[in-house]
Structures are given as C-alpha cells and as structure tokens.
C-alpha cells in the first residue's frame, strides 16, 4: 500500500537530554503534566528553566476527560505560552497535544480535531513532548485519545499537526517507574510494534523501527521489569524501543486490540497497557490468515525457529513474555465477574465498532466478531473463527 512517510520530530536522546529544555529559545513555557511526576521532576525542571518565565498545569488524570483538556487550553490562554511542554506518561502527552490545538485555536473545539483539514497550528507557541514513562509512544503519533465525559468513550482525534516540534527521550526519567507501570507500560509498546507490522498502512520505513523495537523489547524489558531502579542500560533500551515503536505507530495505525482495549478501559478503568496487552494475543490469532507473513517477519526479526505455525508461535512467544510480566491474559482475571461482563457487552462492542482502528485492522471485524472476540477473551479460550 503506498503512502507518505509523516516527518518524525527532532529528537533528543541520551542520558541527561531533559537539560536540554534551557536551550530552547522560547521564553515562556508552559509545563503540562500531572501532580506526581511534578513532585518527582520539578526540581530539575525548574532549574532548567529558571532564565524563562514557565507555569504549570498538573491537573492530568489517567485516561483524560475533554474538560480536564479544556481547562488546561483556559490556564494557557491566560499564561500565553510560545511553548508548551507535556511531561509525563501518555495521558499528559495527549493531553499537552489537546492543549496545544485549542490554544493554537480558540475558535475551534477539541472534537473538530480530524486529519483531512489544515489547522495552521504554530503560531503561538511550539509544542515539545518528554516521555517520562516507556511505552505509549505519544510523543510521535499524531493522536490524541480522550474521555467523553458525557458517554464515557475513548475516542480517538486525529490530526498530523499533532505531531511535536521535538521530543526528548531521557533514559533517566524512567529509573522510578515501578514493576507493575515498567510492565504495562512496555506491553502497551509491544502491541503498538505488533499491531503497527500487522497493520493495513505499514510499510518498509515502519516495519524497520517496529522490527528493531520488538528486538528490544524482548530482551530488555524482563531486565527493566526485574531491575530497572539500578539497571540504565535497560531502562535505556526499552526508553528508546518504545519510542520506535511510537514512530512506527505513528506512521502506520493500531488495529482491533487497540480498539478493544480502548472499550476496555474506559468501561471497567482497566489501565491502558493491560487492557491492548490482554487483547493482542487473541486479535493475532483473529487476523491468522491474512498477516502470518507478517509474523514470520517478526519471529525472524527474534531469532525464533517456526516449528509449528507462525500465529501459534508467536502467540506463545508473547505469553511466555506476559507471563514473566505478570500481566493478565483473559479479561476475567482482571477481577471482573461474568454478570458485569454480560452487562456491558453490548457497549463493549459498540464502542470498539466506532472506533477508528477497528476500520485499519488487516481483518475486517463485524459487530458479531467483535463479540465472539470479546467472549473469548474473556474465558481464555483460542479465537477458532
């Protein structure tokens, strides 16, 4: 399939590269980011900053509403930022880019957001994104995923002047996450890697980054998960994988386990890597027939020997990972009881339906698809149709 290959930001990268927020010529920034990484950072921050004048707004919750984004673009108009800095997991990174669109434009609203009309954002400010987790690759991708607060969705807006002016990749910041995030946080980047190779969109330039990401992935994220305070060196790799993969998902698309994932969280607060991480298996299985070449080139890419079929042995290969992860591999683990799950699956399904990565999965999946996935899913048991 032709198509462009979108700019990818500058990028600073390296153990120290957050400093290099004092060497930006803007003069008045504005930090976005959530109370806890502003506890932890806001020292170095602020002694980065000190010859500017900045401000923050700390008021990002996990998986964000609209208004919580529309309160933040009220505190930059009043602020008048030239840049406007998020610092944090993927909720802040998404919410910097909401930010930075409705100050940039007053006149529209967070949900005119879309890729087909130019926006002519810039003129204010310049928008620069610093990962302080490994995984969600936000800071490339031309995405925002937000929370309704009225139908409690996840919806996904799109625009390509999303993408940052530059991002800083600092190994450093990382060091604290705990296990549970060092895990959730890496799957999220395995499947953005995985779904991105499966994807309609990708192509030479996204399979090279996704391919060298699951590398990395694979053999540093068990040593960033079992010591990542003390291991750099790992913290490192999985920094810069997950940011790989952020520039190939952001060149390609998520499919059906993103999707999924997206109904999951936003219906039972499941966190967002657990949720895409429980799904993938499932949807790999679910797409067999049409991308096991594309999983051949992937198992090729691990070194692995195909001694039964491709699906089944990368299906396993990602279990086995999960399982030293300790992360969940059927919905029903995550504690939720199969009369909710009958409750809600009707919205489950409807949601995932709109959701604009099910229209890019390799698969056409029909509504009594999707509900069959989710069943499986829930009980554990193969995807056979």
Request: with cysteine; aromatic share 8%.
């Amino acid at each position: 399939m032709s198509m462009n290959f979108i700019k990818v930001p500058t990028i600073y990268n390296g153990k120290g590269s957050l400093k290099e927020l004092r060497n930006m010529k803007q003069k008045r920034v504005l930090v976005v980011t959530d109370k806890t990484i502003r506890d932890l950072f806001g020292k170095k921050i602020e002694r980065y900053l000190r010859k500017k004048e900045f401000a923050y707004f700390d008021e990002i919750e996990p998986d964000p509403r609209d208004e919580t984004i529309i309160k933040g673009a009220k505190f930059a108009k009043e602020f008048k930022p030239d840049l406007i800095t998020g610092l944090g997991g993927g909720s802040v990174m998404d919410s910097a880019k909401g930010i930075y669109f409705l100050y940039e434009r007053e006149d529209k609203n967070l949900y005119d957001i879309n890729p087909l009309n130019y926006f002519k954002l810039g003129k204010k400010s310049k928008l620069i994104l610093v990962p302080t987790t490994s995984g969600t690759g936000a800071e490339h991708t031309s995405a925002i995923i937000v929370s309704n607060s009225e139908t409690k969705q996840k919806i996904g807006l799109i625009s390509y002047e999303l993408v940052p002016s530059a991002v800083i990749i600092d190994p450093k910041l990382p060091l604290k996450m705990p296990k549970t995030l060092t895990a959730s946080t890496g799957v999220d980047a395995i499947v953005h890697a995985v779904e991105s190779i499966m994807n309609k969109l990708s192509n030479d330039f996204t399979d090279a980054v996704n391919l060298h990401a699951i590398k990395l992935l694979f053999e540093f994220l068990p040593q960033s998960y079992e010591n990542g305070k003390k291991n750099l060196r790992a913290r490192e790799k999985v920094h810069n994988a997950a940011s790989l993969a952020g520039i190939g998902l952001a060149n390609s698309a998520a499919g059906l386990a993103h999707s999924c994932g997206h109904s999951l969280g936003a219906l039972f607060d499941i966190q967002h890597g657990i949720a895409v991480g429980i799904m993938l298996p499932y949807i790999i299985e679910f797409n067999s027939n049409i991308s096991k070449e594309r999983y051949k080139l992937i198992l090729d890419a691990l070194n692995v020997e195909i001694n039964s079929s491709p699906t089944k042995a990368l299906t396993e290969l990602i279990l086995k990972l999960f399982e030293e992860l300790q992360i969940p591999t059927k919905i029903q683990d995550l504690g939720i009881s199969k009369e909710i799950f009958n409750n809600k699956i009707k919205k489950l399904t409807d949601f995932t339906i709109s959701d604009l990565a099910t229209s890019l999965n390799p698969r056409t999946a029909r509504k009594e698809d999707v509900e069959r996935i989710f069943y499986h899913a829930f009980n554990g048991k193969s995807i056979d149709f």
